[in-house]
């Protein structure tokens, strides 16, 4: 079968390799979509910590059941269609046993320690299966948009985190796919007032705006955004600021033009190299600021972001802009690092 193997930083082949086999307690899967993110372009230049060896790349994962060992757990028969979480918790450890599956100290992932999906088939293992990690498709949704229900996940865990409450002035930072899912999201579930979208690239600016429709669109090069975000609240500042990108000055910039009792979440993370911003703990003191991190997402939130979009509550077709075969994988990251769609999908 085909797979695009992660070798090295800077080599990433798609080569033949064996068709894998099922083990008893596991489910295999001919992968549908596999779609990408940034992060896949950044395990293309740099690597991760947790790719230690030859590694089929991909992680965001719909498809369809072709073979279920006589032990696996869920119940899974041939032809049932699936979405495969990518952070997989161990389930035993403390920050699992209270329900924090995200932060799991234990965590393992698809596409990492596992195989991923940028190929025709994937052994989904015991450990996903055993945290009920493996969700079925609800008939009304396809394989590309359940292959997004792994990023909307994300943007769930981080949103819940906030106590949004109805009619909050938001202010999101990053107009790639993840920035439009949480204005999906923040209006669809959460019912928030006027939404601002910021990035630096007006091309993406438009075209994500042109998608989910915000009621202003910021690019903070070129203007003060603080400024502006302080003009449009009449100088009372945002009630709810999310960063879906990794810029250390959004973070610092988010900080302050929070309104008093102001709700932050930093979802993008920084570059390992420069991971330190400049805070001004006073603000955050005397605002009553409430800072979140947010990391990945359970199986929990899977399951609820399939929901929304099988609903239709938070609908996500229409931000899938590019299909592309396995065959161009390398040519979806090129457009994922270039901005040239909002999310890229592959379909071996």
Not at 259 to 274: H, V, W, Y
Not at 330 to 345: M, P, S
Request: net charge negative.
């Amino acid at each position: 079968m085909k797979a695009l193997r992660f070798y090295a930083p800077e080599d990433v082949r798609l080569v033949d390799v064996p068709e894998p086999e099922t083990g008893r307690d596991e489910v295999k899967i001919r992968v549908r979509n596999c779609s990408t993110c940034g992060t896949d372009v950044k395990i293309f230049h740099n690597g991760h910590v947790n790719i230690t060896g030859e590694t089929t790349m991909g992680h965001e994962i719909a498809g369809e059941v072709v073979e279920v060992g006589e032990d696996a757990l869920g119940g899974f028969q041939v032809g049932d269609r699936v979405q495969c979480i990518a952070a997989v918790p161990c389930g035993e450890c403390h920050e699992c046993k209270k329900g924090w599956m995200e932060v799991c100290e234990n965590q393992t992932s698809v596409g990492y320690q596992y195989d991923g999906g940028f190929a025709e088939y994937m052994i989904v293992p015991h450990q996903v299966l055993k945290v009920d990690g493996l969700n079925r498709i609800p008939d009304n949704v396809g394989f590309d948009e359940a292959s997004a229900a792994e990023p909307f996940a994300c943007a769930i865990n981080a949103q819940e985190q906030l106590g949004i409450e109805e009619g909050d002035f938001t202010v999101v930072f990053g107009a790639g796919p993840i920035g439009c899912m949480h204005i999906r999201i923040a209006r669809g579930v959460h019912k928030v007032g006027p939404v601002v979208l910021v990035d630096i690239n007006d091309e993406r600016l438009q075209m994500s705006a042109e998608a989910v429709q915000p009621d202003h669109v910021i690019n903070s090069a070129k203007e003060d955004l603080v400024a502006k975000v302080m003009e449009l609240t009449g100088g009372r500042g945002a009630d709810v600021i999310i960063t879906a990108t990794p810029a250390n000055v959004t973070q610092e910039q988010a900080v302050a033009m929070a309104a008093r009792q102001g709700r932050i979440s930093f979802f993008g993370g920084l570059p390992k190299n420069d991971p330190v911003i400049q805070l001004d703990s006073n603000v955050v003191h005397y605002r009553q600021l409430h800072i979140h991190g947010a990391n990945g997402s359970s199986p929990d939130h899977n399951k609820r972001a399939l929901e929304y979009i099988s609903t239709g509550q938070v609908p996500v077709k229409d931000l899938i802009t590019r299909h592309l075969p396995l065959e161009q994988a390398l040519e979806a990251f090129r457009i994922v690092q270039a901005g040239e769609a909002i999310k890229v999908t592959v379909e071996p």
